[in-house]
Every structure is written in structure tokens, then in C-alpha cells.
């Protein structure tokens, strides 16, 4: 199993879509390393050489941000909105989308499970 980054890659994907389960790289970012690599023809994980990964390996310590790195600058670029009080920034406070979406329906994944609202007539008229 090949160690990249500290991710395991699947050695039964291509190295090309096996990258992309690295945090910060997606496969436009996965096609470059190979490119930059050298690595021609797109082959599976376990068919690299040890060359080959090194090279991998260098290249992305050496140019790019993973991981554990690109998780805490998310969060640093997150806290900095909040602090200065940024319209992002709140929005991220809120817990609501933050990029413009409509929340009269839809963005129940950022505001949760939908909670029904009564008039109340029913539980007044239970108590008397």
C-alpha cells in the first residue's frame, strides 16, 4: 500500500483518482502532479515503482498544501471572517449557507431536521 502525504492510497485505482483521496488535491490538482511527475499512462497504484512514488511524494511536500495543513488554513480563513465580522463570517456563525443559497426551502443540510410549527390551538384546548 502506497503512503502518500499520510493517506493509504487504494492500489486498485488508478493513480490519478487515487490521489484525489488526499485532502486538498481534486483530479484537475492530481493530473498536474503526474504531469510534473512524469508518470505517463495513467497506471494503478500498485504498479508504480518506488521512483515513481518518491517522486510523487517530493513533489507534493514540496508544492502543495494537504491534509492536516490545508484543514487548519480552512479553519484560520474561517475564525479571521468571524473575528472581523465579515457577512461570511456570520453567516458561518449562524450555521446557515454561506455562498448566497436560498434558505426559505432547501439548505436543510446547514439548518437540520425540519421542525413543524403549530398554531398551539390543539394543546390550549387540551389543557381545559
Given at each position: ?44 497504484t500498485k504498479d508504480l515503482t518506488d521512483d515513481e512514488v518518491e517522486r510523487i ?17 480552512i479553519t484560520r480563513n474561517i475564525k479571521r471572517l468571524k473575528d472581523i465580522s ?43
Amino acid at each position: 500500500m502506497v503512503r502518500i502525504a499520510g493517506t493509504n492510497l487504494n492500489n486498485e485505482k488508478r493513480i490519478e483518482i487515487a490521489l484525489t483521496g488526499i485532502f486538498g488535491i481534486g483530479p484537475t490538482t492530481s493530473t498536474k502532479i503526474l504531469e510534473a511527475c512524469n508518470i505517463q499512462g495513467n497506471p494503478r497504484t500498485k504498479d508504480l515503482t518506488d521512483d515513481e512514488v518518491e517522486r510523487i511524494r517530493a513533489y507534493i511536500d514540496k508544492n502543495l498544501t494537504v491534509e492536516s495543513d490545508a484543514k487548519i488554513l480552512i479553519t484560520r480563513n474561517i475564525k479571521r471572517l468571524k473575528d472581523i465580522s465579515a457577512y461570511r463570517g456570520l453567516r458561518h456563525n449562524a450555521g446557515l449557507p454561506v455562498h448566497g443559497q436560498r434558505t426559505k426551502t432547501n439548505a436543510r443540510t446547514k439548518r437540520g431536521k425540519k421542525v413543524t410549527m403549530g398554531s398551539g390551538r390543539k394543546k390550549a384546548a387540551a389543557k381545559t
